[in-house]
T-cell receptor, first 111, second 115 residues
Framework: AQRVTQPEKLLSVFKGAPVELKCNYS??????LFWYVQYSRQRLQLLLR??SRESIKGFTADLNKGETSFHLKKPFAQEEDSAMYYC?????????????FGKGTHLIIQP | EAGVAQSPRYKIIEKRQSVAFWCNPI?????LYWYQQILGQGPKLLIQ????????DSQLPKDRFSAERLKGVDSTLKIQPAKLEDSAVYLC?????????????FGPGTRLTVL
């Protein structure tokens, strides 16, 4: 069965410091991974997907198949980055493509 | 474009009562998902529709939960009878189609409290 693990429930860093949110996955096939973010009083929304290899709001994430990881990084945290972050793995098989989410990491950026 | 709409936003019921949630996806989106998010957890997929057909309901507790998507647009999720452990936020999401890396667009959720 596929699984997504986010080991940190809460991560607090100071503004301007680097940020790394950890995500590990368990999946037998070729994984398709995403980071979703939920800002206070807003909807869950896509931050980035690994296939795009893009940088969104200064965040990047690299898929490491050897370590089965997809950590989210940002070199200099900003206060507006404070939010809940969820790592997600796309289900596959039989036409299904729902997401398996981790438990989330609450990121707090202190001024 | 208008986002995914859900109603009601909040619902409080007693255990053993029944409850229904409604979702209106983004216009033209063929795929619709219902997720359950228990406090402190990530969302968990309950059911996925492609147009009005069920693609995946492997995690739906079918003894008490049911869902339908008539005419391939709006969807309703029902719980009957509710248990205390059903207290959660129920999220609806939609996507243009079943395709790799398609973004899922989430609604605001319905927060259910079962007393």
């Amino acid at each position: 069965a596929q699984r997504v693990t986010q080991p940190e429930k809460l991560l607090s860093v100071f503004k301007g410091a680097p940020v790394e949110l950890k995500c590990n996955y368990s999946y037998s096939g070729s994984p398709e991974l995403f980071w979703y973010v939920q800002y206070s009083r807003q909807r869950l929304q896509l931050l980035l997907r690994h296939i795009s290899r893009e940088s969104i709001k200064g965040f990047t994430a690299d898929l490491n198949k050897g370590e089965t990881s997809f950590h989210l990084k940002k070199p200099f945290a900003q206060e507006e980055d404070s939010a809940m972050y969820y790592c997600a793995l796309r289900n596959s098989g039989g036409g299904a493509d729902g997401l398996t989410f981790g438990k989330g990491t609450h990121l707090i950026i202190q001024p | 474009e208008a986002g995914v709409a859900q109603s009601p936003r909040y619902k409080i019921i007693e255990k053993r009562q029944s409850v229904a949630f409604w979702c209106n996806p983004i216009s033209g989106h063929a795929t619709l998902y219902w997720y359950q998010q228990i406090l402190g957890q990530g969302p968990k997929l309950l059911i996925q529709f492609q147009n009005n057909g069920v693609v995946d309901d492997s995690q739906l507790p079918k003894d008490r939960f049911s869902a339908e998507r008539l005419k391939g647009v709006d969807s309703t999720l029902k719980i009957q009878p509710a248990k205390l452990e059903d207290s959660a936020v129920y999220l609806c999401a939609s996507s243009p189609d079943r395709d790799s890396y398609n973004e899922q667009f989430f609604g605001p959720g319905t927060r259910l409290t079962v007393l």
